[in-house]
């Protein structure tokens, strides 16, 4: 019976359906709006673990839910753990929530009744769950079950033991498994899963905006959009902070400011070139920033804009670093010399960018050039100015194990925010966007 809950029924014209389909239909009407990733891909077979990976109201309660209400009422399933964060997470939200398993809009025949003195959730069948906090893994030592699922594992507290815990009482039936459901967050035990322990679905919040009110998403846009914690919480993105990275989204995220001071004492593009150009070549990095008196602060660098682009001839990305420089009205554009030298100014200069432009040769590796800048960032001293997605993504793999590729984003930011900030020869000049 487990192939019915797998099957794709969108797919399946109504006036197709035998009498027996559309009746199993009208007890499982889930089955006909669930979205892709509140059920596993019809051909992965054998998984032991599933981890469904959503942001906040992506349906990830309801996936749960329906997925142990199919297992008892279809497949014979008597013996499943529920384990949520605290006791009173498992009965608000994943038994008596709005989408928990006593609100599916099952018949009496199937309706099951939580008895909170035993922890238990039993069915009019025989079958039984027994809920657990992950504040208590010793309780999960001795019970067997068959199935199990587990909410918000991200917010588990000592997440790893628990887990390890119930997998090992997974040891009934033909083919043990368990659903987890979770907002991500880089924490070991969601990374162990995403790294190969547990087949992953993913869905943003927008997946499920049919079943959320009418003005949330656009409120929610409105107040976080492109933020991190969006990223986090609505988009339903993991985010990790690789071990090594130079830089660390909640360093980026604790400078963040909304809008620019309304004066500068100067501001500058950085531009890292290419060597080459075509779809197979670096990036142009192409950073703007400006230094400022910040109250609280002292003396800041702000982050302005990021106009990197990949695969563009010199004439094309030329004209980017001009456009930019009019946009911020920077008074000059810094420039990385080790590809191409005086090349360089002249492409900037026959694109239509008319300010001077300052050549710098690297004498160090970039790692070693990038260090005192975010030593600067830790300091509180760099701020982005709203959201730089890319950059920052780029920023946070920067310095960790296994980074690949060129960090042409990175350079530019550091010869930016070494010009203003680190040189020391520059020569004040307010400026005003």
């Known amino acids: ?57 992506a349906g990830k309660t309801r996936a749960g839910a329906e997925w142990i209400r199919y297992a008892v009422t279809q497949c014979g399933v008597k013996r499943i753990a529920l384990v949520a964060p605290t006791l009173h997470d498992a009965r608000t939200v994943m038994i008596e929530g709005e989408s928990g398993l006593c609100n ?79 907002t991500p967050r880089p924490v070991p035990l969601v990374n162990r899963l ?16 049919a079943n959320l009110a009418d003005s949330f998403l656009a409120e929610m846009q409105r107040t976080y959009g492109g933020t991190v914690l969006a990223r986090q919480e609505l988009d339903g993105e993991l985010l990790e ?18 809008r620019p001071p309304e004066r500068f004492e100067d501001v500058i593009v950085a531009v ?27 003396r800041r660098c702000f982050i302005l804009g990021d106009a ?46 008319d300010v001077p432009v300052e050549l710098r040769h690297a004498r160090f590796g970039k790692a070693q050039r990038a260090a005192p800048v975010a030593a600067l960032y830790q300091r509180g001293d760099v701020a982005h100015v709203g959201v730089l997605k890319t950059l920052e993504d780029e920023m946070c793999r920067f310095g960790a194990a296994g980074f690949v590729g060129s960090p042409d984003r990175v350079d530019a930011l550091v010869w930016a925010v070494t010009a203003l900030m680190i040189d020391g020869q520059r020569q004040p000049r307010v400026r005003e966007l």
């Open 194 to 209: 995403v790294k190969g322990e547990a087949i992953v679905t993913r869905a943003g919040t927008a997946a499920n905006e």
């Open 1 to 57: 019976m487990w192939r019915l809950w797998f099957q794709d029924w969108k797919r399946v014209p109504w006036q197709n359906l035998t009498r027996e389909q559309a009746a199993f239909l009208a007890h499982y009407p889930f089955l006909l709006t669930a979205h892709s990733a509140q059920r596993p891909d019809l051909r992965l077979t054998g998984w032991r673990n599933w981890l469904f990976l959503g942001g906040r109201g």
């Open 308 to 353: 990197s682009v990949r695969g563009l001839r010199p004439l094309d990305w030329g004209a980017r670093v001009a456009a930019l420089v009019r946009s911020v009205g920077a008074r000059a554009v810094v420039a990385e010399s080790n590809q191409g030298g005086e090349m360089v100014r002249a492409v900037l200069e026959s694109a239509g960018c």
């Open 241 to 258: 902070d690789p071990e090594h990275a130079m830089w660390t989204r909640g360093i980026i995220e604790s400078n963040r400011v909304v």
């Open 104 to 182: 599916l809009g099952q018949t009496s025949e199937f309706q099951p009744v939580y008895h909170s003195s035993k922890r238990e959730l039993e069915w009019p069948n025989g079958a039984v769950a027994h809920v657990f906090s992950a504040e208590e893994p010793d309780r999960l030592r001795g019970p067997q079950f068959e199935l199990a699922w587990c909410d918000e594992i991200a917010a588990w507290k000592d997440g790893e033991t628990v887990w390890d815990t119930l997998q090992m009482g997974l040891r009934l039936g033909a083919h043990p498994q368990c659903v987890a459901t979770t």
């Open 272 to 298: 890292d070139p290419p060597a080459t150009s075509g779809a197979d070549a670096d990036a142009c990095g192409i950073i703007a920033a400006g230094v400022a008196e910040a109250n609280g602060f002292g």
